[in-house]
């Protein structure tokens, strides 16, 4: 029996997308409704964000909760920014409990970076300890302390991120196996424009054989205007956007055209590349155009 469609999927060998619902700033469900029926046969599941860049929101799991109750998949991400390991397992053992089947762990952006950054991070655990904890609650049935669970597993299909423009590399698919040994099955990577660079990071995953290990979902966020790609290129940390992409955005007649022509191009250069097993795409305040990006590339689930 499989875990969940998203792992099913991948357990095929299909080429397997991807999106993401970022969660309101209130607690108004019809928004998270709204997006995921925009979104409903884009992808297999659909990453629900967990106070994305430290920014207040709707939590996780309650989008998660309000996904399922549509008959669409969710992939709840959990960060250790803002629970200890208790308040960690222990949302697991409910978002289980509810159905969900799918988590993807983050160690999860500074608070600094948001619009709390008097906050005190947690950081109690990081992403790697966090897929050990859980793999541990659903593969012999204990907690992270050594208590026994007194009843069912949970049964969670597991995944994490990988930034390939970190530096240096070295430490980076080191990282990355740290985390398929902790029991990551899917991947989901920082979004990609510098095509090379992500080429020349793939070759050493599978080079470590790590591609043969765990499912690798590249991501794609379409640039939607100039002000977009600026931020991008110069703000957000762990993100490079090449000259020749920025300048193609900013002299463009049509930025949000010319955005959406490159992440076409991307995703199509994307499927050629071996080692690839789908897209992750993050269209972040353009959902709407995932339905389309989708079909004209022929990723249709």
């Known amino acids: 029996m499989t875990i969940s469609n998203l792992a099913e999927a991948l357990e095929s060998g299909r080429f397997v997308v991807t999106t993401e619902i970022g969660p309101p700033k209130d607690c108004n469900p019809g928004k998270i409704r709204e997006k995921a029926e925009l979104l409903r046969g884009s992808g297999v599941a659909f990453n629900i964000t967990d106070n994305q860049t430290a920014v207040t929101r709707m939590s996780s799991l309650a989008g998660s909760i309000l996904l399922l109750q549509m008959g669409m998949e969710p992939i709840m991400q959990m960060t250790c920014r803002d629970r200890n390991r208790i308040g960690l397992q222990s949302d697991v053992l409910g978002a289980a409990a509810l159905g969900v089947r799918n988590i993807l762990c983050l160690t999860g952006d500074a608070p600094s970076f948001g619009n709390h950054p008097q906050a005190k991070g947690v950081f109690d655990v990081d992403a790697v300890q966090l897929l050990h904890i859980i793999s541990d609650m659903t593969g012999k049935g204990v907690f992270q302390s050594g208590d026994r669970l007194s009843g069912p597993c949970p049964q969670l299909c597991l995944g994490a991120a ?14 990355l196996e740290k985390k398929v040994d902790a029991g990551a099955v899917f991947v989901q990577t920082q979004s990609i424009y ?3 660079r992500f080429t020349r990071w793939l070759d050493s995953v599978r080079e470590a054989g790590l591609d043969r290990r765990v499912r690798i979902l590249a991501g794609v966020t379409p640039l939607k205007s100039v002000k977009m790609a600026q931020r991008m290129k110069f703000h957000v ?3 490079d956007v090449p000259d020749a992409v920025y300048e193609r955005i900013v002299h463009a007649a049509d930025p949000a055209e010319e955005g959406y022509r490159l992440a076409v191009e991307t995703i199509e250069a994307l499927r050629e590349v071996r080692g690839i097993h789908g897209i992750h795409i993050t269209a972040l305040f353009w959902e709407s155009i995932i339905p389309q990006l989708v079909r004209e590339t022929g990723l249709v689930p």
Do not use: S, V
């Open 162 to 175: 990988a930034n390939p423009f970190a530096e240096p590399l070295e430490l980076q698919l080191m990282r």
């Open 194 to 196: 510098n095509l090379e």
């Open 237 to 239: 940390p762990g993100t």
